[in-house]
């Protein structure tokens, strides 16, 4: 069952796509956090939704959030989705898909998330929880207007 507004967003810990190792807490010290799941890397919808939130970079920067993929893709594919689509955010490797079951996103039957947003403030608390599978642009303005509201 997905996570929903009001609740503690679960910490997790990954690899992005330069290797590096990445906490919920150690993210939120630098403000609010956009944790986006997406089923894969390089695919048509994934790229429409994650170049949106590239687009918006200046205006979560002004809200002060930063913005976070996910998904079940290994650091090396997600280094070359970062580097084909200039992307220039964290995107994590949630290969086992351990983080994608704490947030009730992991799909049954295939190695893919659904495709899901949380907001969550600097005390883990769940601000927003966004979640369609069509509409790409959607993840980032619902997300947008969270942090404004």
Do not use: W
């Amino acid at each position: 069952m997905a996570l929903e507004a009001g609740q503690q967003a679960p910490e997790f810990e990954a690899t992005d796509q330069h290797g590096q190792s990445r906490t919920l807490s150690g993210l939120l010290e630098d403000g609010p956090v956009v944790l986006f799941f997406y089923p894969k890397a390089m695919t048509k919808g994934c790229t429409a939704e994650s170049c949106h939130f590239r687009d918006l970079a200046a205006e979560f920067a002004e809200v002060g959030a930063q913005r976070v993929g996910i998904s079940a893709d290994g650091v090396d594919r997600q280094l070359e989705f970062d580097e084909k689509h200039d992307l220039g955010y964290p995107l994590l490797a949630d290969v086992d898909q351990s983080i994608a079951q704490a947030y009730g996103v992991k799909r049954r039957l295939l190695p893919a998330s659904k495709r899901q947003t949380f907001v969550i403030d600097t005390d883990r608390t769940l601000r927003a929880v966004i979640a369609s599978e069509m509409n790409m642009d959607v993840h980032a303005d619902e997300a947008l207007e969270a942090l404004r509201a």
